[in-house]
């Protein structure tokens, strides 16, 4: 139908985006618009009422920027976004580590009890996380380890390494298998194969895995509850203790500078690629 | 629930396996210590624990009993159980459906925007999940944004009760783990390869069969992928459906967190977590032999 | 080539938040994220969004040294000791101050008691009976402690530690009624009057199963603490009818559902009850004619403390009455610090939610300790909020 009489194969690189009928292209187009206004809608209400003058975040009493200037002298509250930034970060890179190179092991090879460690994974992704955060608690103490970042960490990617996995997984299957082969016989080791040619296939997974990593890592709550002491307590614990007297406006302060900071970062990334 | 049976667990297809060489355990090695000790010994010590007794404060006393799991099989629990799963169950659904447009979208932007428009997927969850669901509540309840939105323009007379309802808890749930279903999608339509797409629609197939019959089963991966990271943490959610949901009917998840707070009696705790996690293996497992069947 | 830079542009944030932080550090030896090396004891003013206080009162009493590290290991609930008591504290003595917080007292003894180091724990009524029975607490020093005379003496000598062998009471508070005068016209005297099938999807209630059979034998007329099963089974019948009518099950912030006008009326803290009233005229507070549970949160020394002495200081700093004062104009509790009360302002004293007249108080009941009844009376509320 449609416009099977004009358009030529692909083998010339003309793209569109996306391909399809213009109707189906508007179509798509319009529905991720309206998923990212479904994203977005909270989030915009959260910038609105970091201005608000109303402690209680119900209604609008007036524009104000003072809890701008409260939360930088909220000391507290500034260093356990650290602490979260800083957990998350480390949290990412070893998940993402653990999670491509478990994936790409499991696929490759044929270990004994392969099957069992394939479903070993999913564990930390279903245990609840009163269970895991108490369990390794226990498990600390007993060896005589001290609660904080470092414990905090390996929990964290303990259960944030299965989300790269299984995402990795996904973009394994139906890998052209002669594409490590090639390389290997071009006199690269598995390793260097591996590095140079399966990665860069696997980038995509690999970076959303890593978002999806620091995203967990970034708001967990309970694991946090068992493992942080006094002086890494990350943001997450910080905020569900300040529910009781009512969320404060700098909490959406903090939110609103980081999220404006990230889209700059972002922006900034994009800028530069544009550049060569 | 083919799809999740497809994705779970991919140990690899036929053609390019190896036996693992030496390097190969090099590399396992350190994977398989960290599992040991913080998945295997912690569910080794829940599994234990279920068979434990408990003291006046609510801890552990290692005293044999079936007690626990005798208790976790009652009805109420079971129903909470299934309840729990029947609300992930849900929640996939509706993710997939409404994520699976837009992760195509995205996936087949032009390469210099795809990283961008991942980013921004993933940034509103940057923020803390108590503003954010905070934020939700203000936007639906009676005295909310959208209730007064549409009286004033006087579409409604009365305010349309939609917090503390099982619409706002799917609600909750589907904000929560929409990203979860986009990213991996976005993964496999990624590495789609032109020529097949284009061809899909210029050899004269409808364009909804050339997506029906194409391109989604291409992207199988990735849906089964999504499918199984929303699925399965959905069951154990507690914190969303508490807020959204007002607490009536509690999940499995508000109700093992209770056992170790409020109800002091971690072992009953641990059994219920014990009997999820059995629950869990035992339908992968069936599914994966189902599958080999076939 | 699909270099990830927008990984490394997280790892740079992270990157430069570290350095940011490290920036800050040097000096600052009472806020809780500080490293180990004690610093010096005085502390820049206004570090936190809390209570302009930082100039502690002038007219402190000397005081001695204790012979510990200056180090003092605070667990408590969160958001329950202003950060300017803290710091005053470190000012006056040179004592450094950790906090952890909880949100709960079984998460406390959770932490506690699976390796936690903590000098001084905020164990409520029954807790403290609890933590006293599991022998988890060491005996006060009350010679170390002589503000303890500031309490009212309403308030010492409790049920749950008698002679206060091992606490000090820190707040306290009735759980009440709250209603929304603008949807509800009624006249609301007691739970009675709460649990109406008018009120049906309307109501807001604790989502604390002790809480809520305690209000079913308050209307029973059973006595709070005798939680046999076959009293319980009593409550069961009445819960049954109750419990359907509720919308919202919130012990965390049940304001939030009464502000945003999806129930009417609902069994709250008092806490909760003075931040209402305050904020709009329309809420009214009730103390149930049935009678109601009060709590007491007090300060206790765990065994395994490292610092006591400290913490005995730290618990005689905060009895002094400008630094109650401090403590109740953050929190619209129940100070039963009677010196302190002399202090305050005239309409903080006025808020019935925060302080109950006579008449109401004696309406109120403590919780005691009912060991693994807890689990027994969870079973009970959870059976019902499934139906």
Redesign the interface.
Do not use: C, H
């Given at each position: 139908?449609?416009?099977?009489a004009t358009?030529v194969?692909?083998?010339t690189g003309r793209?569109r985006?996306?391909?399809?009928?213009t109707?189906?292209r508007w179509?798509?187009?319009g529905?991720?618009l309206l998923?990212?206004a479904?994203?977005?809608?909270?989030?915009l209400?959260?910038v609105v009422?970091s201005f608000n003058r109303s402690k209680?975040?119900?209604r609008w009493t007036g524009f104000t920027t003072e809890w701008y200037g409260?939360?930088f002298?909220?000391?507290?509250?500034?260093?356990?976004?650290?602490?979260s930034?800083?957990v998350?970060?480390v949290t990412?890179?070893l998940a993402?580590l653990?999670g491509t190179?478990?994936a790409w092991?499991?696929?490759?090879?044929?270990?004994p009890a392969?099957?069992m460690?394939?479903?070993?994974?999913?564990?930390?992704?279903?245990?609840?996380?009163?269970?895991?955060g108490?369990?390794?608690?226990?498990?600390?103490?007993a060896v005589g380890g001290s609660?904080g970042y470092i414990a905090m960490i390996?929990?964290h990617t303990?259960f944030c390494f299965p989300?790269v996995l299984?995402?990795v997984?996904?973009?394994?299957?139906?890998i052209d298998?002669s594409l490590?082969?090639a390389a290997m016989d071009l006199g690269a080791t598995?390793?260097e194969a591996f590095w140079k040619v399966i990665v860069?296939?696997l980038?995509?997974?690999?970076?959303?895995?890593?978002?999806?990593s620091?995203?967990l890592s970034?708001?967990e709550?309970?694991v946090s509850?068992?493992l942080?002491?006094?002086?890494?307590?990350t943001?997450?614990?910080k905020?569900?203790?300040?529910?009781?007297?009512?969320?404060?406006p700098?909490?959406?302060a903090l939110?609103t500078i980081?999220?404006v900071?990230?889209?700059f970062?972002?922006l900034i990334?994009?800028v530069?690629?544009?550049r060569p | 629930m083919a799809v999740v049976a497809e994705a779970a667990p991919v140990t690899g297809g036929s053609s390019h396996e190896r036996r693992p060489g030496w390097g190969a355990w090099l590399f396992l090695a350190p994977l398989l210590l960290w599992l040991i000790l913080f998945v295997v010994v912690p569910s080794v010590l829940l599994v234990v624990y279920g068979f434990c007794e408990r003291d006046g404060l609510g801890q552990v006393v290692f005293n044999f009993t079936w007690e626990n799991y005798v208790r976790a099989f009652e009805w109420k629990w079971l129903k909470i159980l299934l309840d729990s799963i029947w609300y992930a169950f849900l929640t996939t659904i509706i993710c997939m459906a409404v994520g699976y447009p837009a992760a195509f979208y995205i996936g087949r932007a032009p390469e210099r925007f795809r990283n961008l428009l991942l980013m921004l997927v993933m940034i509103p969850f940057w923020t803390s999940f108590l503003i954010r669901t905070y934020a939700w509540i203000t936007i639906l309840s009676n005295n909310g944004f959208f209730n007064t939105a549409l009286i004033s323009m006087g579409m409604i007379e009365r305010p349309i009760e939609m917090m503390y309802t099982p619409f706002a808890v799917v609600l909750g749930l589907v904000y929560n783990f929409l990203p979860f279903m986009i990213l991996p999608i976005y993964t496999s339509v990624e590495k789609l390869d032109n020529a097949l797409v284009e061809a899909a629609y210029d050899l004269g197939a409808s364009p909804v069969r050339a997506f029906s019959r194409v391109i989604i089963p291409l992207t199988r991966p990735g849906i089964a992928a999504g499918a199984l990271l929303v699925f399965v943490p959905a069951i154990a959610m507690f914190a969303i459906t508490t807020l959204m949901g007002g607490g009536t009917n509690p999940t499995i998840g508000e109700v093992i967190q209770n056992q170790f707070f409020r109800a002091q009696n971690r072992p009953f705790g641990a059994a219920l977590g014990t009997l999820l996690l059995v629950m869990f293996f035992a339908s992968l497992w069936f599914m994966h032999a189902r599958k080999r069947e076939a | 080539m699909k270099t990830p830079r927008h990984l490394l542009a997280a790892t740079v944030l992270a990157a430069g938040s570290l350095f940011l932080s490290g920036c800050d550090k040097p000096a600052e030896s009472s806020s809780p994220a500080t490293e180990s090396t004690p610093a010096p004891a005085s502390t820049p003013a206004a570090d936190s969004a809390s209570a302009p206080a930082a100039n502690a009162p002038a007219d402190e009493e000397a005081v001695a040294d204790t012979g510990e590290p200056k180090v003092l290991n605070l667990f408590c609930w969160s958001e329950y000791v202003p950060q300017a008591v803290i710091d005053a504290f470190t000012k006056q003595t040179g004592i450094r101050v950790n906090v952890e917080n909880y949100s709960s007292n079984e998460e406390m003894y959770a932490k506690l008691l699976s390796g936690g180091k903590y000098d001084l724990i905020q164990p409520s009524e029954y807790a403290v009976e609890a933590l006293i029975e599991a022998g988890q607490l060491r005996p006060l020093d009350k010679s170390a402690i002589p503000n303890l005379k500031n309490i009212d003496p309403e308030f010492l000598d409790m049920p749950f530690d008698p002679d206060n062998k091992y606490s000090v009471p820190w707040m306290a508070g009735p759980i009440g009624i709250v209603v929304n005068t603008e949807l509800v016209q009624d006249d609301i005297k007691g739970y009675k009057d709460v649990f109406q099938e008018k009120f049906r999807d309307k109501i807001v209630i604790l989502d604390d199963a002790r809480e809520i059979v305690s209000w079913a034998f308050e209307t029973l007329d059973i006595p709070i603490n005798d939680v046999t099963d076959e009293n319980l089974a009593k409550a069961k019948d009445l819960l049954a009818q109750w419990l359907p009518l509720v919308k919202v099950y919130d012990s965390d912030s049940p304001k939030t559902a009464l502000l945003n006008g999806d129930v009417a009326l609902g069994v709250v803290w008092n806490g909760e009850g003075a931040i209402l009233t305050a904020e709009d005229e329309k809420f009214k507070w009730i103390i149930p004619e049935e009678g109601t549970h009060i709590f007491v949160d007090s300060l206790a020394i765990p065994k395994s403390a490292e610092h006591p002495k400290n913490a005995e200081l730290f618990i005689n700093f905060i009895l002094r009455p400008k630094i109650s004062k401090m403590i109740s104009d953050e929190f619209p509790y129940l100070n039963p610090n009677l010196a302190a009360r002399e202090l305050l302002d005239p309409d903080a004293l006025a808020n019935p939610a925060s302080y109950p007249s006579k008449e109401e108080l004696d309406r109120m009941d403590t919780f005691k300790n009912i060991g693994d009844k807890a689990s027994d009376i969870d079973d009970l509320v959870t059976t019902l909020k499934v139906q």
């Open positions: 139908m449609a416009e099977a358009a194969p692909v083998a793209r985006w996306p391909s399809g009928p109707f189906q179509f798509l187009g529905w991720t998923v990212f479904f994203l977005y809608i909270p989030i209400l959260l009422f209680l975040g119900i409260k939360l002298s909220n000391k507290s509250l500034l260093d356990s976004f650290y602490n930034l800083i998350a970060s990412t890179v993402t653990f190179i478990g092991l499991l696929f490759r090879y044929k270990f392969r099957r460690l394939g479903l070993l994974i999913f564990i930390p992704m279903v245990m609840p996380e009163v269970l895991m108490s369990s390794l608690r226990l498990l600390v103490v609660l390996i929990a303990t989300f299984v995402g997984q996904a973009r394994l299957e139906g298998p490590e082969e598995p390793v860069p296939y980038m995509p997974a690999i970076v959303a895995g890593a978002l999806m620091f995203t970034f708001d709550y309970i509850v068992f942080s002491d006094a002086t890494s307590q943001l997450p614990l905020v569900y203790g300040m529910v009781k007297k009512g969320l404060s700098e909490l959406n939110s980081f999220i900071a990230t889209f970062l972002v990334t994009q530069i690629k544009k | - | -």
